[in-house]
């Protein structure tokens, strides 16, 4: 059954703390928790999800620039909140796979002309659905079928997942617009990002029946949608083939 889960951005949110859970003993932790994956292997994988089929550098890498964006999106805490990084100069803060997932979300945002700080700030209020949303989709991943694409389980279920929201860049159009001033998750000058009605929908049934009723009142008339179950099991998998990038001469 085709079902869609909506999760408020709101600066009193209370986050769930998934990490919580206690990371020196890796057997009560869920694999895609567990934090075992470093820099280049997360930005690897990410490359390697998103780029297009004909975009190769001639070292057979992410290119310079796209390296770049692990420590952009480090800095508005989209990857790991300041809290739960080592703090210590020259040690790697390792990611999960969870992580990794959110972090290509990000990117899918950031690509998609949402502005780095607004991706920080929606991240720092949605990774915990994100994470939560990884782990569902990862129990029971889109699988190939025929020549119709990977949209469905091994059971013949939907298993296409996608997230809406509607990013707003003139407050003026709002009732309550944001004020400048301290918000939890946002590092900018002035008000807060306005990113409202962000859902997790579940099946392209649901997704149907939500779009069907943009613009139908005249008013809300753009919605942004992004896909994740495919985002999910391909840096998965590519996860399982990054490299790990040694330092030093060789």
């Not at 997704?207 to 992004?226: R, Y």
Request: some cysteine; overall charge positive; glycine content about 8%.
């Amino acid at each position: 059954m085709d079902t869609s889960e909506k999760f408020n951005i709101s600066v009193e949110l209370k986050s769930e703390m998934l990490l919580n859970a206690p990371t020196d003993d890796s057997e009560r932790l869920p694999t895609m928790l567990k934090r075992y994956i470093k820099k280049y292997q997360a930005v690897w994988a990410w490359w390697e999800t998103k780029r297009n089929a004909a975009t190769f550098d001639r070292a057979g890498q992410p290119r310079a620039k796209f390296q770049n964006y692990f420590d952009r999106l480090q800095v508005v805490d989209a990857l790991l909140p300041e809290n739960e990084r080592s703090g210590q100069r020259g040690e790697d803060n390792l990611l999960s796979p969870a992580h990794v997932f959110v972090g290509a979300v990000a990117l899918d945002l950031l690509d998609a002309g949402i502005n780095i700080g607004a991706v920080g700030f929606f991240v720092t209020h949605a990774r915990d659905m994100l994470m939560k949303t990884y782990e569902q989709i990862m129990q029971n991943p889109p699988v190939r079928v025929g020549k119709g694409g990977w949209k469905y389980d091994e059971n013949g279920k939907d298993a296409r997942v996608y997230l809406t929201l509607r990013y707003s860049d003139i407050h003026e159009l709002w009732p309550h617009p944001p004020k400048s001033g301290p918000c939890k998750g946002w590092k900018g000058a002035g008000p807060h990002p306005l990113i409202v009605n962000s859902k997790i929908i579940r099946g392209m049934t649901a997704l149907t029946e939500e779009l069907d009723e943009l613009g139908v009142d005249g008013n809300h008339t753009q919605k942004m949608v992004f896909e994740l179950a495919n985002v999910a099991r391909i840096v998965t998998e590519k996860l399982k083939e990054a490299p790990i990038r040694k330092r030093g001469r060789q």
